[in-house]
């Protein structure tokens, strides 16, 4: 008998659904979005007369141009935001039903909110979308994956004596990004309280960061090697096999971008998606094309994608049908 109970544990872990969810019932799909500030997300909401006539907000978009038809879902008969109730959200400081109110702060949207609409469709379950991102932070340090070792090529005095005085900084946020994936899922009742206890199944993650490691030499020389040992750490912490992951493209500078780090950078991540490893399981979002002009944005802050709202929306828009193809062929797989 505890043989048998064993086994049945192991199954569970390794389809990465909690005991619960053994039982017959439908568990929550979860997925973790991670990153860092274009993961926050910083597409602006209000259409503000004084950011270029309110052009690129969201609210513009539902409201005017040749974007109103296809970005509709996002409001009700009266210009109402709609507030999905079979999307919930935890990011950081705040959780509830999918609504714009999910970006860096309130007034701000990332990819979450056209992801969540993508997937939520998809699924008949209730869906969970879970996103640990913070703004300024790379992948060689902060998010250093335990796999990649220690850094050995010079860093500069300045982040050389952080983490002297605390060795901790490196991998930090991987740490944190998987302590509260486990602490929301541990206490979702107090999060959600229409959860019902039936289980969840950690279905896919998606990334999209890479400003803080295309603006140095060294991070980005070693960006590919430390992007392929973050997916397979987070599938061993996680223990999910073949976890389905998603990498959204940094391109926030769109099709003409030149600088050779940004360049480089862009390779790398799409390069990681081509590892035999991880061809049927990881998928490359290209997003240069999703860039839209400060012509016609709310600002021209370059690195924030100008915090043109329709940029967001059509990058967790590809992630989400990304999401979906590699679900559909893991599926077909079983």
């Known amino acids: 008998m505890m043989f048998r109970f064993r086994c049945l544990l192991v199954v569970v872990c390794l389809i990465g659904l909690s005991p619960g969810s053994a039982l017959g019932q439908r568990p929550l799909k979860v997925f973790i979005l991670a990153g860092q500030s274009n993961m926050q997300g910083h597409g602006i909401v209000p259409a503000d007369p004084k950011r270029n006539r309110g052009q690129g907000s969201l609210e513009y978009l539902v409201r ?72 300024g932070k790379s992948l060689a340090v902060d998010f250093r ?36 994936v ?45 992007l392929a040992h973050f997916i397979r750490d987070v599938r061993r912490d996680l223990g999910i096999v073949n976890l389905p992951f998603v990498i959204a493209e940094t391109g926030m500078h769109g099709p003409g971008e030149k600088h050779p780090r940004a360049l480089s950078l862009m390779r790398a991540q799409a390069a990681v998606a081509r590892y035999e490893e991880f061809r049927e399981n990881v998928a490359f979002v290209a997003t240069q094309k999703f860039h839209r002009p400060p012509e016609v944005s709310p600002s021209g802050q370059g690195y924030h994608w100008n915090q043109n709202a329709e940029t967001y929306l059509l990058i967790g828009e590809g992630m989400g049908k990304a999401m979906i193809e590699l679900l559909s062929r893991k599926a077909a797989g079983n």
Not at 155 to 175: C, M, N, S
Not at 184 to 203: C, M, N, S, W
């Open 182 to 226: 486990r602490n929301v899922l541990q206490t979702l009742k107090k999060h959600f309280p229409e959860y019902d206890g039936r289980g969840y199944q950690i279905a896919g993650m998606g990334w999209h960061q890479g400003w803080n490691d295309r603006v140095n030499q060294a991070f980005n020389d070693e960006y590919e090697q430390n």
């Open 64 to 135: 005017e141009g040749p974007t109103v038809k296809r970005f509709q879902h996002l409001v009700d008969g009266d210009h109402r935001w709609i507030a999905r109730r079979d999307v919930w959200i935890w990011f950081i400081d705040r959780q509830g039903n999918l609504t714009p109110d999910y970006g860096a702060r309130p007034g701000r949207i990332g990819p979450e909110l056209q992801f969540g609409h993508v997937v939520g469709d998809y699924f008949e379950e209730q869906v969970l979308l879970i996103k640990t991102a913070w703004g």
């Open 145 to 180: 994956p335990p796999s990649a070792g220690a850094i050995t090529y010079p860093v500069g005095e300045k982040l050389a004596a952080r983490i002297r005085r605390d060795p901790q900084t490196l991998g930090r946020y991987y740490r944190q990004m998987l302590t509260h």
